[in-house]
């Protein structure tokens, strides 16, 4: 019963002061659902369990070291006959595996499809422990030579393609033109972390030609023993790339492993996810403030009703439950509010993602939210606002009852201290913001300057013929190539308007082509220059706007049985030659030639390679044998329905994935504005709620100090005197905060990253906050200044 009466006596109060309670839930609501919406989407990303993988702390991937020494996690596979040897070698771990990423062509009437999927050695789902969702995974006899050809399919892919139908196991699927018995269903989202969903799983059946191929790279994967450490596995692993160099100087001097556990990889990212976990919780912390400045006006107005309380007999815990059961009410119903608000939020980001991407990891973003974020926000949010709202509900209840009627409401002890509790709290509340502010300019600079910068190409009315060579090199991709290198030479219809490459823009899959200028002694392999190896047709600077330096490109004479000849990137030929020409120089290749460079291009910046620079080639002088991707240039549909004929006309089986190149732009650049999008949104709801604050607490010591400032005003004090001195204390609470608001980012940064903002950072930070302040200031100023003795007599 008294938890009735006392939920009733708190909702009466709720109705008595509408507007600052519904003040009081619009500033929760909007920081709950906001910071929960980001935390589930950070957890989803970053934090969630790596799906069908048991212990995952225990499984590691193998990355090839830099030249510098540094684990480089972008070239992530290594030569597979090196892998082979650790497999053979190894003491540390359990066992080896590895996969490849793959593309199968799906017969299934006239229109064949592309499916994305990966191929595993025979121990990769026993040493990662998975179990299937229906029938059984590859297993180490699907790899022998001369086995049964298998498939698993993944859940997703069977879910679209199948609806779950549980018959599809034990039956056929033609891929390739080869007939694949599907032997079961991985679990869903498997691997949806490293390059997205596979649609299906096959067996790589390495031949002993294939694990000698010093060319073929892979994957690798492996598992510690019981007892064995990471540090112990990477010294093994040391040991034997050691001897792996001494067998293999020519590819591989200089070579060392590294291994990083799986739950590692993703964390080049995680200084971005805590930072911006921080600044969510940070604008929980300037709504709790806000709330709590709230309760500090309404408990300084119930100053005579707390102490008259006290008076009749109540005690400090019963006025302690009344106010912990209106804050109750308040939480309940901002929950409510900002959970609905949160799941909004996050189908908003999910409907912004462009295409590819959720295509591409339908699985690995859940667009619902996350029970263990909404539990901390929550949390987090009710303990800030008790542990802050705690203080001025004590100090209201301890009021004496003469003092309090004889003063009309609160003593001047009691007005000194609720004024350096509101000093206190606008403080925090700058702090914060400016924290805030801060971290959104920064995050600005970081990703959109750094990252957006021009990318060197014109992706305008461009699209991606992505062709694919899933039969194995034969007559029939040699045709096919032929035929496009007809249609780019001697079609009118795609004069200056079809392109051939073989790696396009943003990209992370490159090549390496290494080589030393000619005249300078040969080089080790590992010491050699290199660049990222791109073969292109003559038109493909032309069709994607690429600038040419100096020089030229390349022309018909560059084909087959011709020079070779070597277009450089500006960032390349800097690197190589430094202020020296370059066209006209001579380099010669690893593995073999002299090839002669004609022209210098601006650099195409592939924001997910940070290497040397790009080196071309022509595509007729050396024809790809894996892939190939035509790009059209022109909004015309007819142009590509053309294309895609006089494509089908030769190769009638071959699949087509055709592609936006704006598309490619949007997905690789998404991910940056998005991040930079939920800084904007907390800074600027953080830097709002703030202003709110300081204006309200401004405003509550013009009302607590309204005697005070009539008495000054009848005494002959001057408007803006009054002004003056209302304004003063809050400007100072602000200035602090800004300091320690900047002092506060700059410490998270710098632990959690190495990278620095320029100096202009700190002072648009500081002119923000600062004109928010001085808005909400020049608010309160204006009204105690048009306040006159009389006027300030009658509201005292």
Not at 207 to 236: C, H, M, W, Y
Not at 480 to 508: C, I
Not at 639 to 653: E, V, Y
Request: aromatic content about 6%; proline content about 5%.
């Amino acid at each position: 019963m008294a938890l009735i009466r006392g939920m009733q006596f708190a909702l009466r109060t709720l109705t008595r002061y509408p507007g600052a309670h519904a003040a009081a839930i619009l500033i929760l609501s909007l920081a709950i659902g906001t910071v929960v919406a980001i935390l589930s989407i950070v957890d989803e990303l970053l934090w969630s369990p790596m799906r069908g993988i048991e212990a995952p702390e225990e499984t590691v991937q193998l990355f090839a070291v830099s030249e510098t020494g540094a684990v480089d996690t972008n070239r992530d596979v290594l030569r597979l006959p090196n892998v082979a040897y650790v497999q053979d070698h190894d003491v540390a771990f359990e066992d080896v595996a590895w996969l490849t990423f793959t593309r199968r062509a799906l017969f299934n009437g006239d229109e064949p499809e592309e499916l994305v999927g990966r191929s595993v050695s025979g121990g990769f789902f026993p040493l990662m422990r998975t179990r299937a969702a229906l029938g059984r995974l590859i297993e180490p006899q699907d790899t022998v030579p001369g086995a049964a050809p298998v498939v698993v399919l993944g859940e997703e892919f069977w879910a679209r393609r199948y609806s779950r139908a549980p018959n599809i196991v034990g039956s056929s699927l033609t891929l390739d033109g080869v007939e694949h018995r599907v032997v079961g269903i991985a679990p869903q989202g498997l691997f949806s972390q490293f390059g997205g969903v596979a649609s299906v799983w096959l067996p790589h059946v390495a031949t002993a030609e294939e694990r000698a191929n010093r060319d073929s790279f892979v994957a690798a994967f492996a598992r510690l023993k019981p007892g064995i450490g990471i540090e112990q596995g990477n010294q093994d692993l040391r040991r034997m790339a050691e001897k792996i160099a001494q067998a293999h100087p020519d590819t591989d001097e200089g070579m060392s492993i590294a291994a990083v556990p799986l739950g590692d990889i993703m964390s080049r990212f995680r200084p971005i996810a805590i930072a911006l976990v921080l600044a969510a919780l940070l604008v929980v912390g300037v709504a709790s403030a806000n709330v709590a400045n709230l309760l500090l006006a309404q408990a300084l107005q119930r100053t005579r009703e707390f102490a008259v309380r006290q008076a009749l007999g109540a005690d400090f815990r019963m006025i302690l439950h009344h106010w912990g059961s209106q804050i109750a009410i308040l939480m309940v119903v901002a929950a409510g509010i900002g959970t609905l608000l949160g799941h909004w939020v996050i189908e908003w980001v999910v409907s912004g993602m462009p295409t590819m991407i959720k295509n591409s990891a339908s699985s690995a973003i859940d667009p619902s939210l996350d029970w263990h974020s909404w539990i901390l926000t929550l949390v987090i949010a009710v303990s800030c606002t008790l542990v802050i709202a705690f203080v001025p509900a004590r100090q209201a209840t301890r009021a004496n009852l003469g003092r309090v009627l004889r003063d009309g409401g609160g003593g001047a002890a009691g007005r000194v201290k609720g004024r350096l509790i509101s000093r206190s709290l606008l403080c925090a509340q700058v702090t914060l913001a400016s924290a805030l502010t801060f971290g959104s300019l920064s995050a600005y600079l970081h990703f959109v300057y750094q990252k957006e910068k021009p990318l060197g190409f014109d992706a305008a009315d461009v699209t991606q013929l992505h062709l694919t060579n899933l039969h194995g090199t034969g007559d029939g991709w040699t045709k096919l190539l032929g035929r496009l290198q007809q249609l780019v030479e001697h079609q009118a219809a795609f004069s200056g308007r079809l392109a051939l490459v073989n790696d396009p823009p943003l990209t992370k899959e490159y090549e390496e082509l290494r080589f030393y200028v000619e005249g300078t002694a040969k080089p080790e392999a590992a010491a050699m220059l290199w660049g990222k190896r791109i073969a292109v047709s003559p038109s493909y600077f032309s069709v994607l706007g690429v600038k040419l330096v100096e020089g030229r490109g390349f022309g018909p004479e560059h084909g087959a049985g011709a020079p070779c000849a070597l277009v450089f990137s500006k960032k390349l030929a800097q690197g190589t030659f430094g202020s020296e020409p370059v066209v006209g120089r001579r380099v010669h290749l690893e593995a073999g030639g002299t090839c002669e460079i004609i022209g210098v291009v601006e650099d195409v910046h592939d924001v997910l390679d940070h290497g040397p620079g790009d080196v071309y080639v022509s595509i007729f002088q050396s024809p790809p044998q894996d892939k190939v991707v035509a790009l059209a240039k022109g909004s015309s549909s007819s142009l590509i329905d053309d294309l895609r004929r006089r494509i089908r006309d030769g190769a009638p089986h071959q699949v087509i994935v055709e592609t936006p190149l704006t598309e490619v732009v949007a997905a690789t650049l998404w991910p940056y504005r998005t991040l930079v999008g939920f800084f904007s949104v907390i800074a600027g709801l953080g830097l709002a709620l703030s202003v709110i604050g300081v204006h309200a607490m401004m405003s509550h010591a013009q009302n607590v100090r309204r005697k005070e400032l009539a008495i000054r005003a009848a005494l002959g004090a001057e408007p803006i005197q009054q002004a003056v001195l209302v304004v003063r204390d809050s400007a100072i609470a602000g200035l602090i905060g800004i300091g320690l608001g900047l002092s506060l980012a700059v410490l998270v940064l710098s632990s959690a990253s190495s990278w620095r903002p320029a100096g202009w950072v700190y002072l648009t930070t500081i002119a923000v906050v600062a004109a928010f302040l001085a808005t909400s200031a020049l608010l309160c100023f204006r009204r105690v200044a048009a306040l006159t003795p009389a006027a300030a007599l009658r509201q005292a």
